[in-house]
């Protein structure tokens, strides 16, 4: 049961471009949606989040898009940096509920 | 910046052998997590823990698992007779509170049972 699919399990874009992460989800409940950033041999870093009532949360480089009609949410990495190279989970939950995550996509950005 | 803290980074133990895997979470945190990720797979929630007390489990979290916090510091977790496919890494996460507040997560633990 995936209430929360991540389709891409990878991704490479070339340093200074965008890199877009997409996102669906099932549960028409969720209300509160969150990126976290993994490398090799640590835990997630959280990024940035969106609650339902937003459309759009801007951090930096970092903007997360929800469009709740769709059930999709995309992170935009701009402009993309080596840096950034790591698994991206996004995460959603409903009030109380424990968070779910999505299997994650690896972004490779090449210098 | 304050931060999750585990110990031990990497516990090998043998199957059967009881575990306890330690957390220290962010000080004025009150809501405490342990998730967990077996290799390959997605991070899945196993507790979540408030005013000294679970408040919520998955169904991974069974009569083998037990959480504790024994004092104002540490939050742990403890797997009372492990599995071989209990082998995965263990991450604690805390929360200022419930509902749209960020988890923080710590490092994680990468259990090996053999």
């Known amino acids: 049961d995936q209430q929360v699919k991540q389709n891409s399990p990878s991704l490479s874009v070339q340093e200074g471009r965008i890199s877009i992460l997409n996102c669906d989800y099932t549960?028409?409940?969720?209300?509160?949606f969150l990126w976290y950033k993994k490398y090799p041999a640590e835990g997630p870093t959280f990024l940035i989040s969106?609650?339902?009532?937003?459309d759009k949360n801007e951090d930096g480089r970092f903007t997360v898009f929800l469009n709740k009609s769709a059930k999709h949410l995309s992170l935009h990495i701009v402009p993309s940096q080596p840096g950034d190279s790591a698994v991206y989970f996004c995460?959603?939950?409903?009030?109380?509920?424990?968070?779910?995550f999505g299997k994650g996509t690896r972004l490779s950005v090449i210098a | 910046e304050p931060e999750v803290t585990q110990t031990p980074s990497h516990q090998v133990t043998q199957m059967g052998q009881e575990v306890i895997l330690r957390c220290v979470p962010i000080?004025?945190?009150?809501?405490f997590y342990w998730y967990r990720q077996i290799l390959g797979q997605k991070v899945e929630f196993l507790v979540s823990?408030?005013?000294?007390?679970?408040?919520?489990k998955s169904e991974i979290f069974d009569d083998q698992f037990s959480v504790e916090r024994p004092d104002g510091s540490n939050f742990t977790l403890k797997i009372r007779s492990t599995k071989l496919e209990d082998s995965a890494m263990y991450f604690c996460?805390?929360?200022?509170?419930?509902?749209?507040?960020?988890?923080?997560f710590g490092p994680g633990t990468r259990l090996t049972v053999t």
């Open positions: 996460a805390s929360s200022e509170g419930t509902g749209p507040y960020e988890q923080y």
């Open positions: 549960n028409s409940m969720f209300d509160y």
């Open positions: 969106i609650s339902s009532i937003k």
């Open positions: 995460a959603a939950k409903s009030g109380n509920t424990p968070l779910v």
């Open positions: 000080s004025n945190h009150l809501y």
């Open positions: 823990f408030y005013n000294n007390e679970i408040s919520e």
